[in-house]
């Protein structure tokens, strides 16, 4: 027979599909994939012009708001460090958090004065999340996924969260699992905790030898105790799937 | 043989693709619906609380626009009717519509006022046209897409106008045909041009007996001429495909 597909000859235990199935597939691609084109240009459609792209003129963005970076560790002699600030619109970050749109809703005084101190951030961190509130893009590194994942859990805007928990999670390997399995657990990323927690588990022999597990120890042993009782629920589960297959 | 996909056995003659390649059109299948669940969650985060919107407030909402309605078959005194208004912000205009962005960002009337006049159209249509731009959706019927469709087109939102035009064509029929027809050519739509015109074609028997046919030649004979220039095009193929497949 011959593969309508690949077109090459196969053999009969080697079958596939039958024509209509192979048909009925490829009108489901197509489908999909126009579909996707209709999604791409809504998107494209959707994303507004960021205040903070250099193409963008300030002057007349008709932003009504300043997000004022405070990052204690770059400032030399006060902890709050208000220039340069980040402009924007109110009504973006309304829409795109439920922190923000208590903050501006509300008569607080962030709407009052029409300024917004974000904590414990740089100003280039903060400018790719005014960015990414805009435009729902943002080109990742590891750096900055971790840090706009804790600007996006402490503002929940949960499509960045997910955004940067999935970029973290690819990257995860033996040098940094401890490390991300730490982060994830202080900050609620369970599909991130739990691609590290398997790694970990993947290589218990030398978890014990490593710099970053006696930090751990040192700082938080609950968590330690806790890739323990995880590493003997997987043994325990193996070895009664192992009982399981040996039964007659 | 025994179909992977249906389960259903199979002859020889039937066959469809290999097994290697129905694995591969299913892993297809599933990315490609992964990435329709990130594009539709990117447009959840993407779309804006639209300021029309009964559950939106608009006294905390921050806009610093006004659209004023003027349709002067709605008001029986004056050419211009300016009440009531629909609100919006200056910075979604701007990225939505070359048009409003030119308004805007130039220092027009409209600017210094933060009042823009849109002629011609109801304040429903205005209060859709404006849903739309902070959320790319609106529930058509054909009257609104028609609606919406002058209105994109004079602002040049161009992804309004696709989303009409796909409808409109979709609900091309005989009874329709020539008025959607004459409509599509009024506002640069193409594919819903072909649409009507190809449905037009496929009627030529009954086409000068029709009414709106009669009131295209007072009207706009050129369009006419178009579709009988159109169907000669066609029958000049077909006779030549013919003769094609009946050459020795």
């Not at 218990?204 to 120890?217: I, N, Q």
Request: proline share 3%.
């Amino acid at each position: 027979m011959w593969c309508q597909s690949c077109r090459e000859e196969y053999e009969e235990g080697d079958a596939g599909t039958c024509k209509e199935c192979y048909e009925e597939a490829s009108e489901t691609e197509e489908e999909l994939k126009r579909e996707i084109e209709d999604l791409k240009a809504k998107i494209a459609f959707l994303r507004l012009c960021s205040p903070v792209d250099g193409a963008y003129s300030v002057s007349s963005s008709s932003t009504d708001l300043l997000l004022l970076h405070a990052a204690p560790l770059e400032c030399s002699s006060a902890a709050f460090c208000p220039s340069p600030a980040v402009p924007a619109h109110r009504a973006v970050l309304i829409s795109r958090s439920p922190v923000f749109k208590a903050m501006l809703e509300n008569e607080m005084e962030e709407s009052r004065s029409g300024m917004i101190k974000i904590h414990d951030v740089s100003y280039d961190v903060l400018r790719y999340f005014v960015h990414f509130l805009y435009t729902a893009e943002v080109l990742l590194d590891e750096q900055l996924a971790c840090d706009l994942l804790v600007l996006a859990e402490k503002y929940q805007v949960k499509h960045l969260k997910a955004f940067c928990e999935k970029f973290m999670t690819s990257k995860v390997n033996n040098d940094n699992a401890i490390a991300h399995y730490a982060f994830a657990h202080r900050h609620n990323a369970k599909q991130l905790l739990e691609a590290a927690l398997s790694l970990i588990m993947d290589n218990m022999a030398t978890l014990t030898e490593r710099e970053e597990y006696k930090e751990l120890v040192e700082k938080d042993p609950r968590l330690v105790v806790e890739i323990y009782e995880a590493y003997l629920t997987r043994q325990v589960n193996t070895a009664a799937a192992k009982d399981l297959t040996l039964q007659p």
